[in-house]
């Protein structure tokens, strides 16, 4: 019988307490390396996207041929406005040789949780390997998980952050004592980036933006560009990818979505799980400035639905939930509706 | 604040139960016809599909600008074998403002209800206004709903079944008792489509089947193909399709996936929102031959969780589902997991 299993904003929330947030990146990151390095056998698609005015609602799906996953994620700048999270997410693990909904899982702290690994991924093979100096820029809902990750995954140990909105920073620097980090916070991106190692940006706003500008690059850096992630929204001035060696998650909605919109469509770029399953070299030499233009890709949720299934199970969280029929006879759907006087009655009877 | 309302598997049989199958039926279809009839006012596109040997999953996103509706469907002909329906659905009504998840509701019911109410409302602009019998090939879960479907909305009076597997006609036979509508079991579908108004095909295989070839086709029918809907799955002879005016949902989508799919990308095809809006005439005259190829459209679910929700509002049926996070600080995604030990001492003081 069908019977899908319900993780809720609550039980995530407390999946992540009780394994540990450090743990939850490193997990989530081993199991995207596990899926990238079998990158070929999965049924990959563009995300499926819904523009309007204010922000987009996307929908994610992928398949490796035994599990299917979707993920449904929103991005609305404006929404801190009206006390809503700019990103909420929820995704499914189904079936494939069934099509039953196996899963149902809150993801926006998991989206959170597996951007930040993946970027950590992705500069633990592009960045130099004696890089302890990051600069974030965008101190907002996405921060401290990348701080933990590049801590936990490089060795980072010195932030140099900048926000536009003063009171975010101070929120990071808040939320990041006593992390083993150490925190300078900036009164300018110039500032933030001039000798990082790895310069992370993660601006929120919908439009054009320059937030690094060509003049800001130095030789051998490596750039993490998490913010630029639809059309319409870029973070880096169009020389600074010239400028650099490109990789990226999946090239057709990279090339859409991404930073790579400004170029040219022949404009070259590596898919990263090349360079993960040693297929393509990634950073050349130490002068290089190598950049992930990150826009996040299905298989990334793929993996963190996979995680949290193991962990749920693991530590015994998680309800049952009502999501699809369970019926005596699957020919008959109209017995769903035939009986319900008959058990109309009963819950009448049962109540008396 | 994020609040997410919930209608189970349960729930929506029990709504269906109180308004009646009828009053659904009839109310889906009236919530359909007014968004065809705005159908320009919508962000429409093909749904994604994934596919396998065991079947097809897919995702079917539309949105007016100001509700945006996703479903969730499968479809495995062989589930049943393993006790799991053919076909089962949910979907998501969201806040196209702010991205919130607004209603995740079951729709392996309401898919079968908005199908028969789309292929009624197609029907009742294009099959002769004095068709009284209808031949209904493939009797299976969804042939109730068809029946009664062309019963309330087009005056069909006589049923003409036929299956490959006699144990389904015997279901249906068994379901409609009482219904007012007289029914022929025939032997055969050539049997059953002679002398019939409107000819319902609904069977399940994924093949390149024939259950209707040319010389079955009579002056003056109404051909409603529906089993037809997705790669490599077609039920009509293509000398059908040549003979008859096609109509369909939404062009680009069945031109992959319809009875069209056989026919060359520019074999004419009118979607039925014109004909409904009066910009396209329907039939012709009685001698005409029409098609609708009916593959399932986002808009129609659209159409169904708005009817749910207003459903469950006036009849008090659902609650709430803990499916996105609400935040005291929407840009303090990190204070989740920060407050957690907190919440987790006070949950085990409450236990002591």
């Known amino acids: 019988m069908a019977s899908t299993f319900h993780l809720g904003a609550r039980d995530v929330a407390r999946i992540v307490a009780r394994k540990g947030l450090s743990a939850c990146i490193s997990g989530i990151a081993a199991r995207i390396e596990q899926d990238f390095l079998r990158w070929p056998e999965f049924d990959k698609t563009s995300r499926s996207a819904s523009h309007s005015r204010e922000g987009v609602i996307e929908l994610m799906p992928v398949s490796d041929g035994t599990r299917y996953a979707f993920k449904y994620v929103n991005g609305h700048p404006k929404n801190t406005r009206f006390g809503l999270p700019t990103v909420m997410a929820f995704g499914v693990l189904a079936d494939v040789a069934t099509g039953a909904p196996l899963l149902l899982a809150e993801l926006s702290l998991a989206t959170a949780i597996r951007t930040a690994a993946m970027s950590a991924l992705a500069a633990r093979a592009l960045a130099r390997r004696d890089s302890r100096t990051m600069a974030l820029i965008g101190n907002g809902a996405q921060s401290e998980f990348q701080a933990l990750a590049f801590r936990d ?49 993660l601006t929120a706003d919908k439009q054009r933006a320059v937030i690094l500008a060509p003049d800001m690059i130095e030789p051998g850096m490596h750039l993490n560009a998490v913010g630029g992630d639809c059309p319409g929204k870029t973070e880096l001035h169009a020389e600074v990818l010239r400028r650099a060696s490109v990789f990226v998650e999946y090239a057709p909605q990279t090339r859409v979505e991404g930073e790579l919109q400004q170029m ?74 035939a009986a319900q006087p008959a058990r109309l009655a009963a819950e009448l009877v049962a109540t008396l």
Chains 1, 2 share one sequence.
């Open 153 to 201: 995954l490089l060795g980072i140990r010195r932030l140099r952050l900048f926000d536009t909105d003063p009171r975010a920073t101070a929120k990071l620097v808040r939320n990041l004592r006593g992390e083993g980090l150490e925190l300078d916070v900036c009164t300018g991106t110039r500032e933030a980036v001039r000798g990082a190692d790895i310069v992370t940006t």
């Open 264 to 337: 040219p469509a022949d404009f070259p770029a590596t898919e990263i799980w090349r360079v993960l399953a040693g297929a393509h070299p990634g950073r050349d030499d130490a002068a290089q400035v190598t950049l992930f233009d990150s826009v996040g890709f299905a298989l990334e949720d793929f993996a963190a639905l996979r995680f949290l299934e193991g962990a749920a199970r693991e530590l015994g969280i998680g309800e049952p939930l009502d999501l699809v029929p369970s019926m005596d006879d699957p020919k008959d759907l109209y017995g769903l509706v």
